[in-house]
């Protein structure tokens, strides 16, 4: 009989899929569950993290607690919903020290405060090991809501911040242990609540997904909703800068095919696409990350990257889970 692992994550999935196929307003497959509530849908989503998938050595409780809260409210932003609310489940071994307790506590409570919601509350549970399963919930006009389809050709392609961050750290930690700004680029992002309302609100976003498995993975899961080819510019990618310094294979494999950036990828009407730069530069409070236009929606095909050197198919692989290896 197979196993998970013979299978991968997203085959997993289709097997629950398959019995979980009735209730969805849209659908299944999307980065959050509705259910209709009046002129809005309320959102909902759940992840959960435990050590030997998300939290590397060195980590500290509070940025674990900050990890599992916005990895959530990321899936929450990729729907262009407001948050409400975020409650998480703790299983613990019973030797776990309190001052862990407490500090798994106050990441989570500083990454919900950040973002106007509250933890309501949650449940703890005795277990061989830790694992942290928490959820969130949001809000969203039903015809503002964005979902992993929508594209159409045609449709330009934008990016938030940068890509490669986590991909970077990940890649540090074979040689040392992790620390200050690296781990926080791995234990800390910061979840695109504001940039996917403004999506919503835009009018203008045709679709978006968190890139949580790298851009690769998330362009084919959305490539597979639509039946549609994404086409991304290599030379337009927001890389980030503490790849500059790699060799540029590895730094192309790095901020297209690792996980962990958070940052959402969504797709823009052409004629909207300008008036969304420019508000998206004027309108943001602080200025932390920028917005790029990065490809473009073809017809029926598979997704390509374009560069100086010609095509290459932009592949589907990237952070699975159930699956041997994380990042090659
Ligand atoms: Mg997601």
């Given at each position: 009989m197979a196993k998970l692992s013979d299978i991968g994550e997203r085959a997993a999935i289709q097997v629950l899929a398959r019995i979980f196929d009735r209730g969805h307003p849209i659908g299944l497959g999307h980065d959050c569950g509705v259910v209709e509530w009046g002129d809005e849908y309320l959102v909902a989503t759940t992840d959960v993290v435990n050590p030997r998938t998300h939290i590397p050595a060195g980590a500290t409780p509070s940025q674990i607690g900050w990890y599992a809260t916005a990895v959530n409210l990321s899936d929450i932003a990729a729907a262009g919903a407001r948050p409400l609310g975020f409650v998480a489940a703790l299983s613990l071994?019973?030797?776990?020290?309190i001052e862990f307790l407490r500090g798994l506590g106050m990441g989570m409570e500083e990454c919900a405060r950040e973002f106007g919601i509250a933890v309501l509350g949650g449940d703890t549970k005795e277990s061989d090991t830790l694992s942290i399963a928490g959820t969130a919930i949001g809000r969203v006009r039903k015809d503002r809501i964005l979902l992993r389809k929508g594209a159409r050709p045609g449709d330009l392609i934008v990016v938030t911040g940068d890509l490669g961050r986590a991909g970077h750290a990940y890649r540090e930690i074979a040689s040392a242990p992790l620390k200050g700004e690296l781990l926080g680029h791995l234990l800390r992002p910061y979840p695109r609540v504001m940039e996917g309302m403004f999506f919503s609100e835009?009018?203008?976003?045709t679709s978006c997904m968190d890139i949580s498995d790298g851009l690769g993975s998330t362009l084919a899961q959305m490539a597979g909703m639509t039946g549609l080819s994404y086409q991304v510019d290599w030379e337009a990618m927001p890389v980030h800068?503490?790849?500059?310094?790699?060799?540029p294979a590895v730094a192309k494999d790095l901020s297209l095919?690792?996980?962990?950036?958070?940052e959402l990828v969504a797709t823009v009407k052409p004629e909207g696409v300008e008036t969304l730069l420019s508000r998206y530069r004027t309108e943001?409070?602080?200025?932390r990350n920028r917005l790029t236009l990065i490809g473009r929606v073809g017809p029926p095909g598979p997704n390509v990257l374009v560069s100086k050197a010609g095509k290459e198919p932009l592949l589907a692989k990237g952070w699975e889970h159930f699956r041997p290896s994380r990042v090659q």
């Open positions: 071994p019973k030797d776990t020290d835009s009018g203008a976003v800068r503490g790849l500059e310094a790699l060799p095919y690792s996980g962990g950036d958070y943001r409070r602080a200025d």
